[in-house]
């Protein structure tokens, strides 16, 4: 694996949600870069952009050359994706792909920061960052796993609003403002449709219980992103996974509830341990539930409501909350961008 | 069992959430009441309520006096109805008990309207209204298990503001005017905490992974009424169930996520047929996904998501929402009362 102590790194997609935390997590982790580009869609060609390695016009992605990049963190969409990072892999950069575009890919690594470091070392060229609820419920699960070995997870999600980018937070700030008036008729019926589509029904002061696209027999994209990028994180292709995914009026943050049974019992206690030491997150017990206002900004995941199974006893059941933008996106983008310095 | 034909009824807890709702429902279906008295807490005695039943004076639960009361329908809380309800029924009144006092009773009945009826003709004075997480979840399950005999759920939920009363909905409205300064704080954190100790955390963008309070084990009593009450409705004691409930961010309708294993595999086809004709309830297909909004302020209970399990084949997924106000406790508790009339 091509390593570097000095890299010229390349944010594509820089003025997103997800682009610009990777450029803050940058900044507050002191990564060395020799030469930092910021590149984006044409909309926002030609911004300048502060940052601590100066002032930074903004770069066409349609036109740049990648010729010198090292380092290049994705963030601009699958589709994007699919044309460019090959383009700039083949110009010599090693590409940290935050799309789902490559993550299925037996080429291509798919790795959590602090749970499956290893695969990386695979790579050629092209490394997958993870979906941001699959990110947030494995740095649970792969510690769990590593110890006793995952065969059953349930996972249902309360995924927030950022994980559909600066959209997604703009949306629910207009609904909560267009319900201001008519609170009443949120819990009496007769409430006034908002605009926008981003979603297919409103998300202010509801829940949409489908999140993503059907895909395939009745599960979204989402929800199959739970089973197949598991499987392949954790090296195991046969863990039964049921997955329902589900937006909720959160600004940022997502949370799983999940029971997972593994090859043999785990109890509580053993719960506690591994988790307790596992890197990456805080366990809270009871007295301090977390949340995901708890998880906004931080880099933690945190781990609540640790319980054994009741219904098929020797599992284990907890919610995980994480920032989406940040372990679920940019700042695993940049702890795999870590792993590839000297 | 007693029936009336044109019954004196009481509500207990009148200008309560539920209470308040209770009024509507028997305005709206013209339930024949000869005589209809309302009852709250001190602190409501002596107001005046409108209804078609001519102005009602509210009366002191204290001090009154039950002689005369066919039918008491008590939404006062868990104390008062251990208090008051044995009170009215030893007076001649048939209660209907929408607090979770009695519901575990042997001598008790538990009934969700539509699915269990037939448990209403054993009871003694008491009749119990099921926690109204479980009755929107027993509707869909119900159902199923007259057809194949339900073994395992799993059900997660999102529970509304409004199951903490007329308090839920005003802290909720509070907290989004608190929050409407600081919204680009709830994405990279640093907002201030605001007032209300209602729920342990903010609920405002947020979502509270314990709802009720820490019972037994590590889950809550919301937890456990979701196996007790279940196994109770259904009439079937090793039911296994793996609850999870959490609060979230919406003013009215509890939606639960829940995955059902049958004593016989249940396929698509079949869960549409049994589903798309059960009782007091919608079935919609995945292009017009259900949402608590959409289920505030009608009665029947939405299903959408629905698919057949992947992890374990042979179940069936699903999600269901309700208006816990309405199904969830004051339509259901006047739905037994009109099993009561002759």
Known sequence: MKTFSNPSVAIVGATGAVGTTMLSILEERVFPISDLRLI???RSVGNVIETTWGSIVVEDLDTVDPAGVDIALFSAGGARSLEYAPHFASAGASVIDNSSAFRMDDTVPLVVAQVNDEAIRSHEGIIANPNCTTMVIMMAAGPLHAAAGLRTMFATSYQSVSGSGHTGIAQLASEIDHFDSQRSNLVTGGWDEPDGDLYTRPIA????????????????????????????????????????????PVMDGHGI????????????????????????????DDTKVPTPLDSAGIDDIL?????????????????????????????????????LLA
């Open 303 to 339: 781990v609540g409501r640790l319980r054994e199974t009741i219904g098929f006893p020797g599992g284990i059941s907890l919610f995980a909350i994480g920032d989406n933008l940040r372990k679920g996106a940019a700042l695993n983008a940049v702890q795999l961008a870590e792993l």
């Open 40 to 42: 984006a869609s044409s």
């Open 205 to 248: 002061y509801n829940v949409l219980p489908l999140a993503g696209s059907i895909a395939v027999v009745g599960y979204t994209d989402e929800e199959w992103k739970l089973v197949n990028e598991s499987r392949k994180i954790l090296d195991r292709d046969d863990i039964a996974v049921e997955p329902t995914c589900v937006r909720v």
């Open 257 to 284: 509830s999940a029971s997972m049974w593994f090859d043999r019992r785990v109890d509580l206690d053993e719960a506690v341990a591994v988790l307790g030491s596992a890197p990456g997150m805080q366990l809270w």
